[in-house]
């Protein structure tokens, strides 16, 4: 069955901006009759807004491992602030990525030369390269033929040659003239050659990247739509049509394969419109399936036949709880009212966001919560700052303050945290709690919300 309003309103309020849809919001969408034309107008609004940008410029930046440990804070922020701009202009994505392959330049200045601070070795930046944006491994292929796939170690180093006359002199990306891939067995240079695909024409002196880049998005070359179309669904959807997104190969077939092509095609025929392909999965019925089991869906986790959970991302979970409780956080060499969604790179330091699993951006993350969970995010959560240091001030306080009868704090925190009112029996269970405990049973209220299951999951 399809979701209810309520959850459709939370889920993709959070999957499209990171964020919960605030109590008026709520009300607003909840007392609007239900219809399909309520729901697609919804998803363009949340398309539209600064928050969107914002977050996929942080979901981006994961991907491109944006970090800046590599190079300086200082380049991290200006790599960050490029992203956001190519993300807030509707750039297509194939034209970011041939900026991140052609780019060259002071990092401190030209954002996507950080690309080129990923490695120095043309072997790295290929392996690197192939995952990110054609969602291959390569890496078994430096010493040996692939095991499980197709690649061999001609097609590994002809595709590293793209990348041997780059080099980085200070904090500087250079091209030169000279440099070349050699054969491990022959010790002779390769002359540059995409994967899977015939020798490109590039003349000695010309940018070898530049035949790169043109190849990456070409009608003939599906790898790189099939890699982000797949990226961007598992994100929605809580599992990629391939897993892992970066190990697109014959011996792991997707678990729809007629579907992955068909997203791929249509993507690229509408020009590679990261937008366009959020709301068409986003509009989709698969997508507002009920994440409630039954008899028949109870045992899937390959077909989408209801939705995934999803636990929120570390930084999204962070600003939830700053949201619900109106108790920002302040985040070290961050300006005021900065939200974690919004920090540049994984370096900015918060034990909140490493106990909760952020990625760490030094390699690919295989998910959101890459490094987190345990007892030591258990016990942060039930006595850390995170949740306790925000239970006093914010919104509590105003609730408390306006003489609100018990029922109206219990309605208002669980719109604020769950984005739903509570159900007949959670509000008869709190009311006399409430209504005998004062403050500290409003806190314990607000508390339990924060760290339920539901609030730290995406349903």
Not at 194 to 223: C, F, I, M, Q, T
Request: aromatic residues 8%.
């Amino acid at each position: 069955e399809l979701s209810s309003d309520a959850e459709f309103l939370r889920r993709a309020t959070l999957d499209l901006t990171g964020r919960l849809p605030g109590p008026e919001q709520v009300a607003r969408f909840l007392a609007a009759p239900p219809s399909p034309a309520k729901r697609e107008a919804l998803i363009a609004s949340l398309l539209a807004s600064e928050d969107f940008t914002d977050y996929w410029t942080m979901l981006f930046g994961d991907w491109l491992l944006v970090r800046g440990a590599r190079g300086s804070e200082g380049a991290a922020r200006i790599y960050h602030d490029w992203v956001r701009a190519q993300i807030a202009a509707h750039r297509p994505l194939d034209a970011l990525v041939r900026d991140l392959i052609l780019a060259e330049g002071d990092i401190t200045k030209n954002g996507p030369a950080n690309f080129y601070t990923l490695a120095s070795d043309p072997r790295d930046l290929a392996e690197h390269a192939a995952g990110m944006f054609l969602g291959v491994q390569i890496a078994c292929a430096r010493c040996h033929a692939h095991p499980a796939d197709r690649w061999t170690q001609d097609d590994y180093h002809a595709f590293a040659a793209f990348f041997a006359r780059v080099t980085r002199q200070g904090e500087a990306i250079r091209v030169s003239g000279r440099g070349e891939v050699e054969h491990p067995k022959t010790s002779k240079p390769l002359p540059p050659r995409p994967l899977g695909a015939a020798p490109l024409a590039v003349d000695d002196g010309e940018d070898r990247r530049a035949a790169l880049a043109g190849w990456l998005a070409a009608a003939d070359n599906s790898l790189f739509a099939r890699n982000l179309a797949n990226r961007i669904w598992r994100h929605l959807m809580g599992r990629g049509l391939v897993e892992p997104v970066d190990d697109l190969r014959p011996t792991n077939p997707a678990s729809i394969p007629p579907l992955l092509e068909e997203l791929a095609v249509q993507f690229a025929a509408h020009g590679y419109d990261l937008r366009w392909l959020v709301a068409e999965i986003a509009n989709s019925r698969a997508y507002q399936l009920a994440s409630r089991a039954n008899d028949a869906n109870r045992r899937d986790d390959r077909m989408f036949a209801r939705a995934l959970l999803k636990p929120l991302p570390a930084q999204v979970f962070v600003d939830a709880v700053a949201q619900a409780t109106g108790v920002a956080d302040h985040f070290e060499n961050a300006g005021p009212g900065i939200r974690a969604v919004q920090l540049a790179g994984a370096a900015t330091p918060s034990y909140a966001l490493d106990v909760l699993g952020r990625c760490s951006r030094e390699r690919a993350c295989s998910s959101f919560a890459s490094s987190g969970g345990g007892l030591a995010q258990a016990l942060h959560l039930i006595n850390g700052s995170t949740i306790n240091g925000k239970l006093g001030g914010g919104a509590l306080d105003e609730l408390l303050a306006s003489g609100a009868p018990a029922a109206g704090i219990i309605e208002s925190l669980y719109l604020r945290t769950l984005s739903r009112p509570p159900e007949s029996d959670e509000l008869a269970a709190w009311e006399p709690v409430l209504q005998g405990g004062g403050r500290r049973a409003a806190e314990a209220l607000l508390w339990a919300l924060l760290n339920s299951r539901e609030f730290a999951f995406n349903h």
